[in-house]
């Protein structure tokens, strides 16, 4: 039991350690543009291909590792992507072309997209796939991407780009965390990393496409909400610089607690039903967001953050149960392709934004989470099929506490 919990723990660190990567390309903009004197679509060009590439490749790299499940096969790219999300970056400090500059970026986002379907993958089979532990794993990703400004600003601030290279240590401190679980897990004669029942069951399409729509739709709320969420309660709240650093910390805290509350609640009332009622409370607490004036805008904050990320973790884990057969590419959509939509339509928020105003705004994203509300309806638990009969497994069935 206790060394599950710190199997999981180190796992969830390791996670950590790559989507920092992607909270520091942000970071790295300014500096940029005060050092290399690029400009704003130059820049725009260096997040296009840390986040949107690597989201659009993870599903070509969730194909490999279900092809590679075999004998666990693809267990080296964990390892490999992590250092190659590190190297990336730390090669902005030594390469001076835009060009250069632009490719090793890609080349830290290829590491972030190739690490996660096998990582997932890797994260199911030391869980067991449980909701807790799984929620665990998901949240280490999400501290990850928050502490990239702490960990990165006073190293470019101190050391300007030239610095940039020692921010490939925590990559390597994510290698040293992770790779005595690979070893031991392959030691120990661990099932195969798609889990034990694949044989028995079939890929449900239909429902894992049902659940990737649910997933776009939270990603363009979430999104849409941080985008502009600082700027809104500027404008809403006095010590308007102020209320906005609070503003976002509450809801970066508040998506850190919503993580491995999912989990819990998962265990206790089953994924779908925790999955619903999610949604609907994230549509209510966004009408709050958008409408109810002054500090108690706040509290709705918190709500709503809290809200969209209970079922973050779950998504992996029914993604994996609807195609048992193919986890990879499973984990590859539901982490990657389907959760960047949001950043494709904040454009077209920012034009409603430009001619009307950020509380309409705020406000088109309320039916989002409702619509999910809907199709989350529509999807029942992942059914197991044996010789003689079609058995559903419930919420709890692979729960590790």
């Known amino acids: 039991m206790a060394e599950n919990r710190v199997r999981t723990v180190l796992l969830a660190a390791g996670h950590g350690s790559v989507d920092l990567y992607q909270g520091i390309v942000p970071v790295l903009v300014p500096f940029l543009v005060v050092h290399r004197h690029y400009d704003y679509l130059q820049v725009s060009g260096f997040v296009l291909a840390a986040s949107v590439l690597s989201s659009v490749v993870q599903p070509v790299f969730g194909l490999l590792a279900d092809r590679r499940a075999a004998r666990g096969a693809g267990r080296w790219l964990i390892p490999a992507s992590m250092l190659t999300t590190g190297l990336g970056v730390a090669l902005i400090g030594v390469v001076d072309s835009y060009p250069a500059?632009?490719?090793?970026?890609?080349?830290?986002?290829?590491?972030?997209?190739?690490?996660?379907?096998?990582?997932?993958?890797?994260?199911?089979?030391?869980?067991?796939?449980?909701?807790?532990?799984?929620?665990?794993?998901?949240?280490?990703?999400?501290?990850?991407?928050?502490?990239?400004?702490?960990?990165?600003?006073?190293?470019?601030?101190?050391?300007?780009?030239?610095?940039?290279?020692?921010?490939?240590?925590?990559?390597?401190?994510?290698?040293?965390?992770?790779?005595?679980?690979?070893?031991?897990?392959?030691?120990?004669?661990?099932?195969?990393?798609?889990?034990?029942?694949?044989?028995?069951?079939?890929?449900?399409?239909?429902?894992?496409?049902?659940?990737?729509?649910?997933?776009?739709?939270?990603?363009?709320?979430?999104?849409?909400?941080?985008?502009?969420?600082?700027?809104?309660?500027?404008?809403?709240?006095p010590h308007g610089v102020a209320a906005s650093g609070l503003a976002l910390f509450v809801l970066y805290a508040g998506g850190a607690v919503g993580t491995v509350l999912g989990g819990r609640c998962?265990?206790?009332?089953?994924?779908?039903?925790?999955?619903?009622?999610?949604?609907?409370?994230?549509?209510?607490?966004?009408?709050?967001?958008?409408?109810?004036?002054?500090?108690?805008?706040?509290?709705?904050?918190?709500?709503?953050?809290?809200?969209?990320?209970?079922?973050?973790?779950?998504?992996?884990?029914?993604?994996?149960?609807?195609?048992?057969?193919?986890?990879?590419?499973?984990?590859?959509?539901?982490?990657?392709?389907?959760?960047?939509?949001?950043?494709a339509f904040t454009p077209a928020l920012g034009l409603i934004a430009q001619a009307s105003s950020l509380q309409i705004t705020l406000g088109c994203l309320i039916p989002l989470p409702a619509v999910a509300w809907l199709l989350a309806r529509r999807l029942r638990e992942p059914a197991m099929k044996n010789s003689s009969q079609h058995l559903t497994i419930t919420p709890s069935a692979s729960t590790v506490k």
């Open 101 to 237: 500059t632009l490719l090793v970026i890609a080349l830290s986002g290829v590491g972030v997209a190739a690490y996660h379907p096998e990582a997932a993958r890797f994260a199911r089979s030391v869980t067991g796939g449980g909701h807790v532990g799984m929620s665990w794993f998901s949240l280490g990703g999400n501290v990850g991407f928050a502490l990239a400004p702490v960990i990165a600003t006073p190293v470019l601030i101190a050391g300007g780009l030239g610095a940039a290279p020692l921010l490939a240590l925590p990559a390597v401190i994510g290698v040293a965390l992770t790779l005595p679980l690979l070893r031991g897990h392959h030691r120990a004669g661990s099932r195969p990393m798609a889990g034990a029942d694949v044989g028995n069951r079939t890929d449900d399409w239909p429902a894992f496409r049902t659940l990737s729509a649910i997933i776009v739709l939270r990603s363009v709320a979430y999104v849409g909400m941080s985008t502009f969420l600082g700027l809104f309660v500027q404008q809403r709240i």
């Open 266 to 343: 998962a265990v206790r009332w089953g994924r779908l039903r925790t999955l619903r009622v999610a949604y609907l409370a994230s549509s209510i607490a966004l009408a709050g967001v958008a409408f109810v004036p002054g500090p108690a805008v706040l509290v709705f904050v918190a709500a709503a953050s809290l809200a969209l990320y209970v079922p973050f973790s779950l998504h992996i884990t029914l993604g994996q149960d609807y195609l048992p057969s193919r986890m990879g590419t499973a984990s590859g959509v539901t982490l990657g392709l389907a959760a960047s939509v949001g950043g």
